[in-house]
């Protein structure tokens, strides 16, 4: 006990006045110690995680309105409250995480060490400068934008081995995003996004949309579906399900996730258009028992379950968020060899020599838009805060014909021959978007004309012809795609 302690609280003069100290004195200490501790775990301001972190995720399935969440120790715990987690906790999640990237980066520094002992950290044994992971990513992988923990997202698009999918998939991790493609790979091919395999922030799962899958993400671009003619009329009811049973699926993962999701609609909800050009106001005119209607009408019963969720999912603030593309004919690089639809098959019949086969007279007029374009449209529209559907397409308008016309030309090959094949039933007289709502509301509109577009398109055409020799496009009749030739050479 040091000297003024015992001088307080120790010496035998003035007893009872310092027993009466005394009192007084562990009561204010006890008093202090009690406000203190009361401050430590009450007073700080408590840490929620929702939905933007892969910790936490509210929401559930059925529409319960409970809440699923992954505890720290990576067990699910059911609350119907929010989750309150301390600093403390956060901390230590952090801690661990850092503990883990410490532990691999010594692992791989001490295999370093065995095979050149001598050597500095940071160099080979020969003096060589060793490469940090960042240059190895760098070497190996397309450049990726570097976000903050608060700005990075976890991104799921399904059909992200597709067409479309694999170019939104490259925006996206260029971005500095996390993303998680979701493929049966009918018509998705593994070499769309071969070049992200084995990045940090790619994962890609082979799996159909018709089946629930458990995921945990901030968005969802929901492209999964065959989306062209031959390809969706191969195996219609299959077509259904995706679109109906796939959506459904992903509205509830959404749900559950509190994820904004996106549909990528189809022009193809107008139908054959008795107004032209087509406005988003328009309810269209489809047939629904005609042999395109496993799309077209599978599509508009998915953009009407997309706005039941809206409204019924959720009370309040904890409502759906929901986004709608009316995607027009599109076009570019990683097309399907076996896609079926007009572009490809006239690049591919033009860089042969082959007939240029027309389905009816070609009069018929479609417009079409360069896939780069779309895949702005598409993310504009995600982080927009408009909810009701948006028309994405290049009001370029051509004839089948004309476009015939062009495609020989830019290939330069005369040898082909335009031919007439029968119309195809149901099929559209005329399509042109009206983009005024998508100018409006997210300030978008194309950039690539479809001249710039077709050149690109034409020479990744012919450098999959020099891999791959003869390429015999799809015709009308529902087909299954065919794997390439060089990839079925592989397997
Ligand atoms: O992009 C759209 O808006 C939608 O329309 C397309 O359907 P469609 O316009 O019929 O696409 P294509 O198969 O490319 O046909 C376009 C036109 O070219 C004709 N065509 C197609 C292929 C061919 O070899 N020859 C030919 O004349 C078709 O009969 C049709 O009139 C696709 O079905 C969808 O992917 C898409 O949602």
Redesign the pocket.
Known sequence: MSHSFRHWFGSSTGHRLNSSIRAAFLFIVGALALIISVNCVFGREPLVLRASSSHVRGGDEGGNGGMQMLQHDGRQVESHEPVLVSEELRRTIKEEVRAEILAAMAEEEKKRRQEAPHARPGTLGDGERTVSRQEQLGQLYPPTATLSEGQRRRILVTGGAGFVGSHLVDRLMAEGHEVIVVDNMFTGRKKNVAHWIGHPHFMLIVHDVVEPILLEVDQIYHLACP???PH?QYNPIKTIKTSTMGTLNMLGLAKRVRARMLLTS???VYGDPQIHPQPESYWGNVNPIGPRAC?DEGKRVAETMMYAYRSQGGEGDSSMEVRVAR????FGPRMHPND????S??IIQALQGKNI????K?R?T?SFQYVDDLVSGLMKLMNSDYELPVNL?NPDEYS?KDFALLVRELVRNMDSQIVH?P??KD??AK?KPDITTAKKELGWEPTVSVRDGLAKTIEYFRKELEETGEIT?T??EAARPQPHVEESKRS
């Open positions: 989306a062209s003619p969706y189809t022009s193809e799309y995607i027009f004919n599109t079926g639809r007009v572009v098959n006239f086969t027309i389905y009816g070609g018929q479609r397409g089948v094949l119309a195809t099929d559209p399509r496009p015709g009308p």
